[in-house]
């Protein structure tokens, strides 16, 4: 029960980094507590997209390994989770998310906004969570692509994962990092931790190291953000 206490407490944490990039807070509903397996978290992501938002308490210590894709439509490569096209905190402790290694390419996140997506509008808020394993190929964003929505991380790491460009991740919305890691990605071509097409990134208290080729990129006229 103390743990649950804890990450409610985390929960309400999230708004923080929402409120610094401008996002609306996560619809105001129940918590949503995801028990520790794949199926109980994509039915999470996706019960809250159709309730137009929600906050997700994710189980603590627990590593939620993916086997498969679970998105559909969107604008980018499959994911292992269900694209983001509402308003979504999750709240973790010591929780992962991370790609089987026999399990097909995918990446792990896709935030979809409505300069990519018509309709969506995807706001990811994420705390005290570990997202690794993500592989898009040929595409962007292994760990995270932010296709014109919201990210804010707080206390989480993204690593090991890769794509051509944004290995970590990669973003053409807002990005604010928050006490954060990325490390230990690869990129094919450029931002092996990440890549900003547009938009705009904030790095507060974190750190970008360790990623191959580089740690941050981003095409003229964006500056890289670290």
């Known amino acids: 029960m103390r743990a649950i206490h804890v990450l409610r407490t985390l929960v309400a944490a999230t708004v923080v980094p929402l409120a610094l990039v401008s996002a609306p807070d996560a619809h105001a509903a129940s918590p949503i507590v995801v028990t520790c ?5 994509v039915d999470a992501v996706n019960t809250a997209n159709a309730a137009g938002g929600g906050s997700l308490i994710l ?3 627990c590593t939620y390994t993916l086997t498969s894709a679970h998105n559909s439509g969107g604008a980018g490569l499959p ?18 998310i991370t790609r089987a290694p026999s399990a097909p390419p995918f990446r792990i996140f896709e935030v979809d906004g409505p300069s990519q997506v018509p309709g969506a509008s995807g706001q990811l808020s994420m705390t005290a969570v570990t997202v690794s394993g ?6 962007v964003g292994g760990g995270i692509a932010n296709l014109g929505g919201t990210v804010a991380l707080t206390g989480s790491t993204i690593r090991d994962s890769k794509a051509s460009y944004g290995g970590g991740i990669y ?16 990129a094919g071509v450029n931002g092996g931790g990440i890549f900003t097409n547009a938009g705009g990134v ?25």
Do not use: R
Not at 79 to 96: D, E, F, H, K, R
Not at 134 to 139: N, R, T, V, Y
Not at 203 to 210: D, H, K, M, N, R
């Open 37 to 41: 397996g794949e199926s109980a978290l």
């Open 59 to 61: 189980a603590p210590l």
């Open 79 to 96: 994911a292992g989770l269900p694209n983001i096209t509402t308003a979504i905190s999750m709240a973790g402790l010591g929780t992962q």
């Open 134 to 139: 993500g592989d898009a190929g040929l595409g």
């Open 171 to 186: 973003t053409d919305g807002a990005l604010t990092l928050l006490a954060s890691n990325v490390t230990a990605n690869t």
């Open 202 to 226: 904030a790095l507060i208290g974190s750190l970008v190291f360790g990623n191959t080729p580089s740690n941050c990129g981003a095409l003229p006229p964006v500056s890289p953000a670290c």
